[in-house]
């Protein structure tokens, strides 16, 4: 069982910045590969970024490439999400996830994540 409790959300003027945490229970969070996922209202939620257990391996979504950075401190049991230069259309409630499978197809489905934190809201004023 793992459990994730995320922070860092806010509101933000458009162009600014914030960084995401995700923190992680349990003594087997290197195992997991990581992700984050985001629902805005009205919207299915969809992915956004995910890191394998060590690291090699990561995937963004095309709308957050090259603005959004994915890492994680596994001695710290934490992932984060750096999130730059961000838009109105980043609104949104942003999750992270532990995925079940180590594979690229994977990560990027969140029905492959089995556990979810309860989420943390992002707005982005224009």
Excluded: H
Excluded at 13 to 21: C, K, N, P, V, Y
Excluded at 60 to 82: C, E, H, M, P
Excluded at 96 to 108: I, L, P, R
Aim: proline letters at 2%; charged letters at 15%; hydrophobic letters at 35%.
């Amino acid at each position: 069982q793992v459990q994730l409790v995320e922070s860092g959300g806010g509101l933000v003027q458009a162009g600014g910045s914030l960084r995401l945490s995700c923190a992680a229970s349990g003594r087997t969070f290197s195992t997991y590969p990581m992700g984050w996922f985001r629902q805005a209202p009205g919207k299915e939620r969809e992915f956004v970024a995910a890191i394998s257990g060590g690291g090699g391996m990561i995937y963004y979504a095309d709308s957050v490439k090259g603005r959004f950075t994915i890492s994680r401190d596994n001695a710290k049991n934490t992932v984060y999400l750096q999130m730059n230069s961000l838009k109105p259309e980043d609104t949104a409630v942003y999750y992270c996830a532990a995925c079940k499978t180590n594979t690229g197809w994977a990560m990027q489905d969140k029905n492959a994540y089995v556990y979810w934190g309860q989420g943390t809201q992002v707005t982005v004023s224009s």
